[in-house]
Nanobody, 124 residues
Framework: QVQLVESGGGLVQPGGSLRLSCAAS????????MGWYRQAPGKQRELVAG???????NYADSVKGRFTISRDNAKNTVYLQMNRLKPEDTAVYYC??????????????????WGQGTQVTVSS
């Protein structure tokens, strides 16, 4: 019922910037929480940043001051602006949604939804 499509990943030099986008599609009335996670080779998936429909944000300590999450509720799209990138930011980045309300229903879906992931590589 809900599909998430990420874009914007790629190869960038240390100190550079990238902007990730994730668009949610389907019969969506609203989405409470949208977030970005990442998974590096051999490591567990970790939360990078998240944002509620009201604009409240949270960030991993490792990205505070460098990354900024934002969203366009009308477009069901979340963005991640990544500045001053470091080699340790290299990972597959995944979009996640929680609290999706489908059109015609009144309660949030019980399941989270995930995108397919987009690779971010920071290397000289």
């Amino acid at each position: 019922q809900v599909q998430l499509v990420e874009s914007g990943g790629g190869l960038v030099q240390p100190g550079g910037s990238l902007r990730l986008s994730c668009a949610a599609s389907g019969s969506i009335f609203s989405i409470y929480y949208m977030g970005w996670y990442r998974q590096a080779p051999g490591k567990q998936r970790e939360l990078v940043a998240g944002i509620t429909s009201g604009g409240r944000t949270n960030y991993a300590d490792s990205v505070k001051g460098r990354f900024t999450i934002s969203r366009d509720n009308a477009k069901n799209t979340v963005y991640l602006q990544m500045n001053r990138l470091k080699p340790e930011d290299t990972a597959v980045y995944y979009c996640n949604t929680e609290g999706v309300i489908i059109i015609g229903t009144k309660t949030p879906q019980p399941d989270d939804y995930w995108g397919q992931g987009t690779q971010v590589t920071v290397s000289s």
